[in-house]
């Protein structure tokens, strides 16, 4: 396990039952929102062209990030799909083991398309993981950091998946209980291989509706991670104009942010946490 993983109290409260049944219907709001706010999203901060990979969450496929590649496209970025289909589609596992292999593979299928970008373009990728996809994009910062500029995690299970809506269900897949020393492995794959050195920024919400607050921050090198509360459902992560908002004030270099992303008003919307922990 790389040292830049540090332990933190297990908070393995799930999230609130009525965030959960309120998720759907907040990301209609969330979209709706986006739609209204266009001309605000419009004016803000212009990137400088690199590439952004954007990596879906669990049984999600490249559909389900468009409107944030749309989103990261308008602002002058290169925002590409990952390319690989349906996250999770094709895991057929009997214990957390077998997904962790599943991982494996995912992560490295993932990093042969993030070197052949790196290689086109010259320049080191961005990567904006949702959910699951967070798990792998910060997973592949520690391996691959040659070809990574940052990582970015929206909504992202950092913890044990006990603290997740969908635990009972997940764990219906499997013919064995699962044990701690399992739990422990799943947590920890993520931050396997070398020594921390790229930037990830981690956005999660209070009233996600799936994955609770407790395991949703990034317990990485404080050097390195930045966590940070949103405004948002789960599902939401990838249509939320404050989600956006943050993107673009955050991709960009220090004198080009809007000073009102950092200003008392946005408080209610966006919260910095923690510099790790």
Same mark, same amino acid.
């Given at each position: 396990?790389?040292?830049?993983?540090?332990?933190?109290?297990?908070?393995?409260?799930?999230?609130?039952?009525?965030?959960?049944?309120?998720?759907?219907?907040?990301?209609?709001?969330?979209?709706?929102?986006?739609?209204?706010?266009?001309?605000?999203?419009?004016?803000?901060?212009?990137?400088?062209?690199?590439?952004?990979?954007?990596?879906?969450?669990?049984?999600?496929?490249?559909?389900?990030?468009?409107?944030?590649?749309?989103?990261?496209?308008?602002?002058?970025?290169?925002?590409?799909?990952?390319?690989?289909?349906?996250?999770?589609? !094709?895991?057929?596992?009997? !214990?957390?083991?077998?997904?962790?292999?599943?991982?494996?593979?995912?992560?490295?299928?993932?990093? &042969?398309?993030?070197?052949?970008?790196?290689?086109?373009?010259?320049?080191?990728?961005?990567?904006?993981?949702?959910?699951?996809?967070?798990?792998?994009?910060?997973?592949?910062?520690?391996?691959?950091?040659?070809?990574?500029? &940052?990582?970015?995690?929206?909504?992202?299970?950092?913890?044990?998946?006990?603290?997740?809506?969908?635990?009972?269900?997940? *764990?219906?897949?499997?013919?064995?209980?699962?044990?701690?020393?399992?739990?422990?492995?799943?947590?920890?794959?993520?931050?396997?291989?070398?020594?921390?050195?790229?930037?990830?920024?981690?956005?999660?919400?209070?009233?996600?509706?799936?994955?609770?607050?407790?395991?949703?921050?990034?317990?990485?090198?404080?050097?390195?991670?930045? !966590?940070?509360?949103?405004?948002?459902?789960?599902?939401?992560?990838?249509? !939320?104009?404050?989600?956006?908002?943050?993107?673009?004030?955050?991709?960009?270099?220090?004198?080009?942010?809007?000073?009102?992303?950092?200003?008392?008003?946005?408080?209610?919307?966006?919260? &910095?946490?923690?510099? *790790?922990?």
């Amino acid at each position: 396990m790389s040292n830049s993983y540090q332990h933190m109290p297990a908070d393995l409260r799930p999230p609130q039952l009525r965030h959960s049944m309120l998720e759907f219907s907040r990301v209609v709001l969330e979209i709706g929102s986006t739609v209204l706010l266009g001309p605000l999203l419009k004016r803000l901060p212009k990137g400088d062209g690199h590439t952004i990979m954007t990596l879906p969450g669990f049984m999600g496929a490249d559909g389900s990030t468009a409107q944030l590649r749309k989103f990261l496209n308008n602002r002058g970025y290169h925002a590409i799909p990952w390319g690989l289909g349906r996250n999770g589609a !094709n895991v057929r596992s009997r !214990n957390i083991d077998d997904f962790l292999q599943h991982r494996t593979a995912m992560e490295d299928a993932i990093a &042969e398309r993030v070197r052949a970008a790196y290689v086109a373009s010259g320049r080191k990728l961005t990567l904006i993981g949702w959910s699951l996809g967070g798990l792998y994009a910060v997973a592949l910062a520690h391996r691959f950091p040659e070809w990574i500029r &940052e990582v970015i995690t929206l909504g992202t299970p950092y913890g044990d998946p006990r603290g997740t809506a969908l635990y009972s269900v997940m *764990g219906s897949l499997y013919d064995n209980d699962v044990d701690e020393e399992a739990l422990a492995r799943w947590v920890a794959h993520t931050y396997r291989g070398g020594a921390l050195s790229v930037p990830v920024l981690a956005l999660y919400s209070e009233s996600d509706g799936i994955v609770g607050a407790g395991i949703a921050k990034c317990p990485g090198d404080p050097r390195f991670v930045t !966590n940070v509360a949103v405004l948002a459902s789960h599902v939401g992560f990838p249509f !939320n104009p404050v989600v956006f908002a943050v993107l673009a004030n955050h991709l960009v270099a220090p004198h080009q942010r809007w000073a009102v992303c950092r200003s008392a008003h946005m408080r209610p919307f966006v919260r &910095e946490v923690s510099a *790790g922990l």
